[in-house]
């Protein structure tokens, strides 16, 4: 790739991960669908399969999962530069959001102001659909049926449970990971006919 198609795809990446950013409320999960739509949609940077093994591997990482999928998603298409132009157009409107509310909306000030607490009021169901639509997506796309959905509600709601050990999100992380190496193993790994050599 030469080195102005090289520069386009960096410009490209921070664009729109710089749009999605400016326009997303609700953090990680809200942010899925929108990018989502640009990735594999419009863009076509990555298929849909690839896009939810990296959503997988972005939600299994520490820190903020729209700064991780931005990471996974620059890195598969050019590498480190790729990511750090991704995470920077991903980081940057929220940085600046947080920076001017910091400066200019206090807690009271927003509490007080009768057309602010309506602005925010009004944006919580938009923040709920755009939770709702990627989990859905997501569940599709894995092949949940009504046969399988009882073992995400079991988790979510073991997790919700509070109870020791139990409700604790990694436990469920390790057990999804052991339970596909297994899946894998058993039914996918090439099976050597008549013993091992």
């Known amino acids: 790739m030469s080195g102005k198609m090289a520069g386009k795809i960096y410009w490209q990446l921070f664009i729109t991960f710089l749009k999605i950013g400016a326009f997303t409320f609700g953090g990680g999960w809200a942010m899925i669908s929108i990018i989502e739509r640009e990735v594999v949609e419009r863009h076509k940077w990555i ?3 690839e896009f939810l093994d990296l959503l997988a591997v972005a939600q ?5 999962l729209a700064v991780n999928i931005s990471v996974v998603v620059g890195d598969r298409l050019r590498g480190l530069k ?3 132009a991704a995470a920077l157009g991903s980081i ?19 509490k007080n102001n009768e057309t602010i607490a309506k602005i925010f009021k009004g944006i919580r169901p938009a923040v709920v659909a755009l939770i709702v ?3 859905l997506t997501t569940a599709r796309a ?4 009504w046969k399988t959905v009882v073992i995400p509600m079991a988790v979510a709601l073991l997790i919700y449970s509070g109870l020791p050990v139990i409700s604790n999100p990694i436990v469920y992380i390790m057990l999804g990971a052991l339970g596909g190496y297994i899946y894998y193993v058993r039914c996918h790994a090439p099976k050597i006919e008549g013993g091992t050599k």
């Not at 894995?142 to 049926?145: F, P, R």
């Open 82 to 84: 790729g990511s750090a």
């Open 92 to 110: 940057v409107p929220s940085f600046t959001l947080i920076l001017l509310i910091a400066i200019f909306l206090t807690p009271d000030a927003i």
């Open 60 to 64: 299994s990482m520490p820190g903020i």
């Open 133 to 135: 639509a990627p989990v």
């Open 47 to 49: 298929p849909h399969d």
């Open 142 to 145: 894995a092949g949940i049926t």
